[in-house]
């Protein structure tokens, strides 16, 4: 088995092997293939494959996250091998070059993920479990109905917001959601590429709530195809407690049913009783779970 830096041709492997591994994540293949060609900026990102038989088996990136106030706070994201090509030797190679890449650019504390099963490989690498997060799915078919927003409520497009006034509310709305680190540094520059840039981003499905002239509430659609991804539901402190959150997703899942999606996806923290919550109301089923896990690099 071989490790090497991932290249954009890598992509539509990369993503067939993210779907047997994980697929109730949603990165289509040009979301992939921007990501390898065109990293976010300031982040210092890096990503390699796992080779074998001239095939990509494994994956594994690495970065600096950019959207938390706290100094050298790295990630490990997506660390996966195929099942047929796992004991090989390829999962800890594509670990250590992820390592060694957040030592060099200065990362002090490092956060990865693992499936339940694979939490005994993160413990012998050093990492500690720490917060459980669920992955849940939802048929939109038939598509849920239009909800009606009640009176001094507008719901908008994504497209009708545009990326200014949406950042505003995507980094207020996401300060205090729950996590080993806080989401407060969110720079505009970093949330268009992630965001308003993303191939996958849908403009039309993606909601706002806007009352007396203010945007209060946003649910983000990211897709590939007839599957979509809730990339964030969020409502401003300030207007919390009103049914909002319900209220744009409930409508960004309409509008994603209407434009062809017939399966969505989201995650929420296992202590974000709100949220979750708000997706049973909507009919969504737990489909997986992962634990972020931490470590600090000496």
């Known amino acids: 088995m071989r490790i090497r830096t991932a290249v954009p041709e890598d992509a539509a492997e990369v993503v067939a092997l993210r779907a047997v591994v994980h697929p109730y994540l949603v990165r289509g293949v040009e979301s992939t293939r921007h990501l390898i060609a065109h990293p976010p900026p300031g982040e210092d990102w890096a990503g390699w494959v796992a ?5 990509v088996v494994g994956w594994a990136s690495a970065y600096r996250n950019n959207q938390t106030s706290e100094p050298g706070f790295g990630e490990i994201s997506l660390l996966h091998v195929h099942p047929e090509h796992r004991g090989r030797g390829g ?136 599957r979509m991804w809730s990339e964030f539901t969020g409502t401003l402190p300030t207007h919390r407690g009103q049914g909002l959150a319900a209220l744009v997703k409930r409508a960004a899942l309409h509008r994603a049913a209407s434009r062809g999606v017939h399966t969505a996806y989201t995650s929420n923290d296992e202590t974000n009783a709100p949220m979750l919550a708000v997706n049973a109301r909507l009919g969504y089923r737990p489909v997986a779970s992962q634990w972020s896990c931490l470590r600090t690099l000496p």
């Open 51 to 55: 080779e074998a038989d001239g095939r």
């Open 91 to 226: 999962g800890t190679a594509l670990f250590t070059a992820a390592l060694a890449h957040l030592r060099a650019i200065g990362a002090r504390r490092v956060r990865t993920s693992a499936r339940p099963e694979a939490l005994p490989f993160a413990r012998r690498h050093g990492f500690t479990p720490s917060r459980e997060t669920r992955y849940s799915a939802l048929d939109l078919r038939p598509a849920p109905p239009l909800p009606q927003p009640p009176p001094g409520v507008r719901l908008l497009s994504a497209a009708e917001v545009g990326p200014r006034r949406l950042h505003r509310l995507d980094a207020e709305a996401a300060r205090d959601v729950p996590g080993d680190a806080p989401v407060d540094a969110m720079s505009y520059d970093s949330w268009q590429y992630e965001v308003w840039q993303n191939p996958g981003l849908d403009r039309e499905a993606s909601v706002v709530a806007e009352m007396d002239g203010t945007l209060v509430a946003l649910s983000l659609v990211k897709r590939d195809g007839d």
